[in-house]
C-alpha cells in the first residue's frame, strides 16, 4: 500500500472508485440534512453540472457546495501544505470546509438572521435552542475556547489503536454539541470526520441515509457520554468502503470483489455491470444482489472486447445459467464469429 494518502490508494490511482465515493457521501449527507435529490440528480450535477429534476435551486447548491467541500478535504488529506503545521486538523481547515459548504446557498439567499460577522467560516453570533435530545448547545461567546479545545483533543487521536471508532465518534459528538455555526454544522462535522479518516489510513465513512434515526440516536447516546453506537456505525461505514479501495489492491487474480472495486476511468462499474448482466463478464451475482468478478476474469473481457472491435462482429451462439445452491447466479454467454 502507498504511504501517501494515509497508506489508501490515491484518487489518480482508483479515480473511478473515488469518483463514486464522492458521489455517495455528497448524496447521503445532504440527505441526511433533508435535501431531497435522488442520487442520480446527485451524480448528474456532479458529474456534468447539469440540474436533473425539478428541485429549488437551494437544494442543487447545497449538493454542489458539499460536493466542492468534499473534494476540497479528499484533497487536504493528500496534501495539506501548510495548513496544519503537521497536526491532524486544524481551524483553519474547519473554517475553510464551511465556507465552501455553505457558500453557494449563501451568496444566492443567505440566512434571514445572519449577522455580517457570521458569513461562511464564522463562528455564529446566536444562541442555539436545544436539540430534540435535551442537549443545549454553548452560548456562542464560548465557541472560540470550545473549538480551540476540540482541535487540542481531535489532534491527540491515535489511529493504531482498538477504540479509534469510538474516538472518532466522540469527537464528531463534540463538534456537533459546540455547533460553532449558525448553519451547516452538520455536514461540516461529517466531512471533519473524514478528514481525520483520511490522515489516520482510512477511507471516508459515508452515513447512510437510511440511517439517519440510528445516527440521531447514536449522537444523543455520545451526548451522554456513550459513544460506542455512533463509534460502530462510523466503523461499518468505513468498513464498506474500505473493501472498495483497498480490496483492488491487495486481492489477487482470482479472488472474487465487487465490480465497483473493479472499476477504472476506462471501464466504469456501470459498464463492468452491463457485461455481466449480458454474459459478456464472467461474474457471480449473490444473494446481497451484489456483481463480483475477478481481475483475472475482467481483463480477459477487456481483452475479448479489444479483440472484438479489430476483427469480426460476434454474435450470442446460446447462454445459459446456472445456479449453485441458490446463493449466486453465474453467467456465461459462448458466442461464435459470424460473416458480415
Not at 461540516?188 to 479518516?197: E, K, P, S, Y
Not at 476474469?297 to 447462454?319: D, F, I, M, Q, S
Request: net charge positive.
Amino acid at each position: 500500500m502507498r504511504q501517501r494518502f494515509g497508506g489508501l490508494p490515491s484518487p489518480a490511482e482508483a479515480e473511478e472508485i473515488w469518483r463514486n465515493i464522492w458521489f455517495e457521501e455528497a448524496h447521503n449527507s445532504t440527505a441526511l440534512e433533508g435535501n431531497t435529490l435522488a442520487r442520480r440528480e446527485v451524480v448528474e450535477l456532479l458529474r456534468v453540472g447539469k440540474a436533473v429534476g425539478n428541485k429549488t435551486l437551494n437544494e442543487y447548491l447545497e449538493v454542489q457546495g458539499y460536493g466542492d467541500a468534499a473534494q476540497w478535504v479528499y484533497g487536504q488529506a493528500l496534501n495539506a501544505g501548510g495548513w496544519t503545521g503537521g497536526k491532524l486538523v486544524s481551524l483553519a481547515e474547519v473554517r475553510e470546509i464551511h465556507k465552501i459548504v455553505v457558500g453557494p446557498v449563501w451568496e444566492s439567499v443567505p440566512p434571514a438572521n445572519a449577522l455580517p460577522d457570521e458569513s461562511p467560516g464564522n463562528w455564529r453570533r446566536h444562541e442555539i435552542a436545544p436539540f430534540p435530545s435535551g442537549m443545549l448547545p454553548p452560548p456562542f461567546t464560548d465557541i472560540p475556547a470550545r473549538m480551540t479545545d476540540w482541535t487540542v483533543r481531535a489532534v491527540a487521536i491515535k489511529g493504531k489503536t482498538a477504540n479509534l471508532p469510538e474516538q472518532i465518534a466522540a469527537s464528531h459528538a463534540e463538534f456537533e454539541r459546540i455547533h460553532p455555526f449558525l448553519d451547516g454544522n452538520g455536514r461540516v462535522g461529517r466531512l471533519l470526520m473524514n478528514l481525520i479518516l483520511v490522515r489516520l489510513g482510512y477511507p471516508p465513512a459515508i452515513i447512510s441515509v437510511r440511517d439517519r434515526p440510528k445516527y440521531l440516536l447514536a449522537l444523543a447516546r455520545a451526548d451522554n457520554g456513550d459513544p460506542s453506537a455512533l463509534g460502530e456505525l462510523i466503523a461499518r461505514a468505513v468498513l464498506n468502503n474500505l473493501v472498495r479501495l483497498v480490496y483492488p489492491a491487495i486481492a489477487g487474480d482470482v479472488k472474487l470483489i465487487p465490480l465497483e472495486a473493479l472499476a477504472t476511468k476506462g471501464m466504469t462499474a456501470h459498464a463492468l455491470r452491463q457485461a455481466a448482466i449480458r454474459g459478456r463478464l464472467r461474474a457471480v451475482q449473490g444473494q446481497d444482489r451484489v456483481w463480483r468478478s475477478t481481475k483475472k476474469w475482467v481483463a480477459e473481457y477487456k481483452t475479448n472486447r479489444y479483440n472484438a472491435l479489430r476483427g469480426p462482429r460476434r454474435r450470442a451462439n446460446h447462454g445459459f445459467q446456472f445456479s449453485t445452491s441458490g446463493t449466486a447466479t453465474v453467467s456465461i454467454r459462448a458466442t461464435t464469429e459470424s460473416p458480415d
